[in-house]
């Protein structure tokens, strides 16, 4: 049975680019990125990982750790981020899990034997500080995703567990947020000083409360 929203992401140790890391040491009790990538030495790839080097002070001031993976070992690692600090003008300080017996690839079903038997699709889960898987996406070899829009569901993901609110299609930090169904409209606007817009009695907004 593959990985659901609300399941508990494995925990694992792995032989990464930074040494040896127990999965759950390695989050504490922050969030955590965990995406795969099929294969070093490959054009895409070398560009999400740079771009991830690139946000890495996004994800710090979000208190999330990044942890990318593929199923090539330690050494290609080692030269390949080399390659990607100098294409793409970064330094990749994150760790690169060598997941050479595919144990982990297994767990998170990051393997999808109809597009490869053998290399990870571009599988991307997001980790709340419970464990919990937050956020999944799978994306195909042939398309790069997209590392702001990652940092935009954890900034939504980040204030649907800091103050009840939801986001709404596109929306952008500083915009106004949705104040989820579960509190009534009484007490959002005892939580919610910054005010309330009832539109709908099922659709109201209010000023995005960390701002
Ligand atoms: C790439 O990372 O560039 C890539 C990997 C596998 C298939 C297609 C592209």
Request: proline letters at 6%; one cysteine or more.
């Amino acid at each position: 049975m593959s990985l659901r929203l609300g399941d508990i992401a494995p925990n694992f140790t792995a032989q990464t680019s930074i040494g040896e890391i127990d999965f759950y040491e390695y989050l504490g009790d922050g969030w955590g990125v965990l995406f795969s990538h099929p294969a070093d030495y490959t054009p895409v790839c070398t560009t999400e990982l740079g771009k991830t080097a690139a946000l890495q002070g996004e994800f710090e001031k979000r208190n999330v750790k990044v942890l990318a993976l593929s199923v090539d070992g330690l050494d290609r690692h080692a030269g390949w981020i080399n390659d990607i600090n100098e294409t793409q003008q970064v330094n990749v300080g994150f760790p690169i899990i060598a997941d050479q017996d595919k144990s982990i690839a297994n767990a998170y079903g990051m393997i999808h034997p109809n597009a490869s038997e053998t290399f990870t699709v571009r599988s991307l889960f997001v980790i709340g500080p419970d464990k919990k898987v937050k956020l999944m996406i799978t994306y195909p070899a042939s398309t790069g995703r997209n590392f702001v829009e990652v940092l935009r569901v954890i900034d939504s993901l980040q204030l649907t567990a800091n103050y009840s609110v939801a986001t709404p299609a596109d929306w952008k930090e500083g915009e106004d947020v949705i104040v989820v169904p579960a509190v009534s409209t009484e007490d959002a606007i005892k939580k919610f000083p910054k005010g309330v817009n009832v539109v709908k009695p099922y659709l109201r907004y209010t000023p995005q409360p960390n701002k």
